[in-house]
C-alpha cells in the first residue's frame, strides 16, 4: 500500500514538471521543470528498488543525478551563452530558424 | 565476487576513452591549441579502437561481462565499426572547416569523440542503467557542439532547441525506465524480457513501453518528435550536422534495437505487441511528413535534414515489421527484420555523410547552402556533381548503388511480414519513395541543367581530408551497390 502514495508522489511530480516545460517560456524555468520530472524518476527508482530488495533502483538513481547534474552544467552554459548574445533567456526570443 | 574484465572485449572502448583524455591533454598542451595536430591524433585514436574489433571479429566468441550488462557479440561489433568509421570520416570533414573557421580550437575533437565513445558502449548495452549512461554521453556533447560557433545567433539557437528537446526526451524516457524496472525487478535487459514472457504485460508495461519509445523517438527525430531537427540541422556547423544526422540518429537507432530486441520483444516475441503498433504510426508519419516538408525546401541542409527525417522513417518500417512477424510467431522472419534495420543503418551512414561532404565541399566555394548554389556544378567541378548525384540517387534508391538495396530488404521485411499492417507500411514506403525521388532529383537538375551563376568558374579545390572522406564514402555507397552480400552478410550475423 505505502508503494502506491510514493509512486503518486512521483507521478504529480512528473506531471507538474511536464506542465512546467509545457507552459513556461524562460529556459532556467524550463530547466527547473525538468529537474521536477527527473526527482520523479528518482522517486519512482528507489521506492521501487526498497520494495523490491534490490539496490539497481539506488544505483540508477545515483547515476540519475549524476548526469542531471552534468546536463545542467551543459544547459546553464548555453543560456549564459544565449543571454550574452540576445539580452534575453526568453526561448520566444530564440527565433531566427523557423522550424 | 569480483567483477571479470575481459580486456580484449573491452579493447575497443578503452582505446577510445584513452584517444579521448589524449586530445583533452593535447588541446591544452600544444602550441597555439593546435587543432590540426589533435585531429591527426583523434584520427589516429580511431582507426587503433578499429584494431581490436577486427580481431574480436576474427575471434567470433560472444563475450558477456557485469552480469550480462556489457555484451560483445556480432551485432555489437557491427555497430561498434559503423560508429568508428563514420567517426573517422566526420573528423575528416571537420578539419578544414574548423580549421578555416572562426572557432579554431581542438576541443572540438574532445567532444566529438566523446559522443562516439557513447555510441560504441551503448553498442554493447544491454542493461537500462548502462543504455542511460550510454545515452547521455551520446547527447551531452553534441548539445555543445550544436552551439559550438558561440557568438553566432543561428548556432545558439541550435544548441539551445536541441538541448532542450533532448533533456526533456531524457526524462520521458527514464521515466519509463523507472516504470519498467519496477515491473521487472531488475535493470537487465534480459531479465525484463524474461519477465515480459512469463507475467504478460500489465497495462502498467504499455504506459511505460509508450514512454521509453516516445524517447528514444525524439532522439531518433521521428515525426511528430522531430521539430528541433531542421532548425539545429540548419544552425549547427555543418560538419556536425552531418555528425547529428548519421552517427547521433544511429546511436538513438542502437538504444531503440536493444531496448526492444532484448528487452520488451520477450524470449519468444511475446511482448511483440507492446511496442509495433507505435512504430508503425512513427515510421508511417516519418516517411510521409518527412518527405513532403522536404520537397519545399529551398536549403540543402534543411533539406537533407528532412530527408534524414524521411529515412529514418524507412529504417522504421523493418522494425515494425519485425513487430508484425514476431506477434504472428515467424520468430526467423523477425530476426531477418531487425537485421534490415541495421543494414538500412549501415548503408544511410554511408549515404549520407558522402551528401554532406559534397555539401561542404561545394560550400567553401559558394558560401551558401541554398539549393540554387549548385547550379552548374556540372561545368565547374565535375567530379563533385558526379558524385553528388551518385549520393542523391543512392538515397533515393536507384539501382545499382548502396541506397536501393537498402530500400529493397526494407520493403522484402514489409511484404514478408505480411497482413493487411505489414503490406499498408509496404505500401506506404513505396509511395514516399516516388515522392522523396523528387526532392534528390532538384538537386541533380540544378548541377547538371543549370548555368553557373557566379563569375567564377574555375575547379572547386577539395583538401586532402575532404578528398578521403568522398572517397571512403562513395567507395561503399558503390560497392555495397555492386555486391550487397557484403552488407547483407553483416544483417544475417547480427541477429
Known amino acids: ?99 | 565476487m569480483n567483477p571479470v574484465f575481459d580486456w580484449h572485449a573491452l579493447a575497443p572502448d578503452v582505446v577510445l576513452a584513452a584517444t579521448v583524455l589524449l586530445t583533452l591533454v593535447a588541446t591544452f598542451l600544444l602550441p597555439d591549441r593546435d587543432a590540426t595536430q589533435v585531429s591527426r591524433i583523434a584520427a589516429i585514436g580511431v582507426l587503433a579502437a578499429l584494431v581490436p574489433v577486427v580481431t574480436l571479429a576474427n575471434d567470433g566468441a560472444d563475450r558477456a561481462m557485469f552480469d550480462g550488462a556489457y555484451v560483445v557479440d556480432n551485432y555489437a561489433l557491427a555497430l561498434k565499426a559503423f560508429f568508428l568509421v563514420a567517426a573517422y570520416v566526420t573528423i575528416l570533414l571537420s578539419v578544414d572547416y574548423i580549421q578555416e573557421g572562426d572557432y579554431y580550437r581542438g576541443e572540438f575533437y574532445f567532444l566529438l569523440l566523446t559522443s562516439v565513445l557513447g555510441m560504441s558502449v551503448m553498442a554493447s548495452a544491454r542493461d537500462l542503467i548502462t543504455m542511460f549512461v550510454a545515452l547521455e554521453t551520446i547527447s551531452i556533447p553534441t548539445f555543445v557542439l550544436a552551439a559550438y560557433r558561440k557568438h553566432d545567433r543561428v548556432s545558439n539557437e541550435a544548441g539551445v532547441k536541441y538541448y532542450v528537446i533532448g533533456v526533456l526526451s531524457s526524462a520521458l524516457m527514464l521515466y519509463g525506465m523507472s516504470l519498467i524496472f519496477g515491473y521487472a525487478g531488475s535493470t537487465r535487459l534480459a531479465e525484463i524480457g524474461a519477465q515480459v514472457s512469463a507475467a504478460g504485460a500489465p497495462p502498467l508495461l504499455a504506459v511505460a513501453v509508450f514512454l521509453s519509445l516516445v524517447g528514444f523517438a525524439f532522439k531518433v527525430s521521428a515525426v511528430p518528435f522531430h521539430f528541433w531537427a531542421p532548425d539545429t540541422y540548419e544552425g549547427a556547423p555543418t560538419p556536425v550536422t552531418a555528425f547529428l544526422s548519421v552517427s547521433s540518429k544511429a546511436g538513438g537507432f542502437v538504444a531503440l534495437l536493444n531496448i526492444v530486441f532484448f528487452g520488451f520483444y520477450g524470449v519468444d516475441g511475446a511482448g511483440t505487441e507492446l511496442w509495433w503498433p507505435v512504430i508503425w504510426v512513427l515510421a508511417a508519419l516519418s516517411m510521409t511528413l518527412g518527405n513532403l516538408a522536404a520537397l519545399r525546401q529551398t536549403n540543402v541542409v534543411r533539406m537533407l535534414a528532412y530527408s534524414s527525417v524521411a529515412q529514418g522513417g524507412f529504417m522504421l518500417v523493418p522494425f515494425a515489421a519485425a513487430g508484425i512477424a514476431g506477434a504472428a510467431g515467424d520468430l526467423g522472419q523477425a530476426d531477418t527484420a531487425f537485421g534490415a534495420v541495421v543494414i538500412y543503418l549501415l548503408v544511410y551512414g554511408a549515404m549520407n555523410l558522402g551528401a554532406f561532404a559534397v555539401v561542404i565541399a561545394a560550400a567553401r566555394r559558394t558560401r551558401s547552402a541554398e539549393i540554387s548554389s549548385f547550379a552548374g556544378l556540372f561545368q565547374t567541378s565535375p567530379t563533385l556533381a558526379v558524385l553528388m548525384t551518385v549520393f542523391m540517387a543512392s538515397l533515393a534508391g536507384i539501382p545499382p548503388l548502396a541506397g536501393w538495396f537498402a530500400k529493397f530488404v526494407m520493403f522484402q521485411s514489409a511484404v514478408e511480414a505480411g497482413g493487411a499492417w505489414g503490406i499498408t507500411l509496404a505500401v506506404v514506403a513505396g509511395v514516399n519513395s516516388v515522392i522523396a525521388f523528387f526532392y534528390y532529383a532538384g538537386v541533380m537538375r540544378q548541377m547538371w541543367f543549370k548555368e553557373p551563376a557566379g563569375e567564377d568558374r574555375s575547379e572547386i579545390e577539395v583538401p586532402y581530408a575532404l578528398t578521403g572522406a568522398l572517397a571512403i564514402t562513395a567507395a561503399v555507397t558503390l560497392v555495397v551497390g555492386v555486391y550487397p552480400q557484403l552488407f547483407a552478410r553483416v544483417g544475417e550475423l547480427a541477429f
Do not use: C, P
Not at chain 1, 20 to 46: D, P, Q, W, Y
Open chain 1, 1 to 99: 500500500m505505502l508503494l502506491n502514495q510514493f509512486l503518486l508522489l512521483g507521478a504529480v511530480l512528473f506531471g507538474t514538471g511536464v506542465y512546467g516545460v509545457l507552459t513556461r517560456r524562460h529556459t532556467v524555468l524550463v530547466l527547473m521543470s525538468i529537474e521536477l520530472m527527473l526527482a520523479a524518476v528518482n522517486i519512482n527508482l528507489v521506492a521501487f528498488g526498497a520494495f523490491s530488495g534490490s539496490v539497481a533502483g539506488q544505483v540508477f538513481a545515483l547515476f540519475v543525478l549524476t548526469i542531471a547534474a552534468a546536463e545542467v552544467g551543459v544547459g546553464l552554459a548555453i543560456v549564459l551563452l544565449i543571454f550574452r548574445n540576445l539580452h534575453s533567456s526568453d526561448l520566444d526570443d530564440v527565433d531566427v530558424l523557423k522550424g
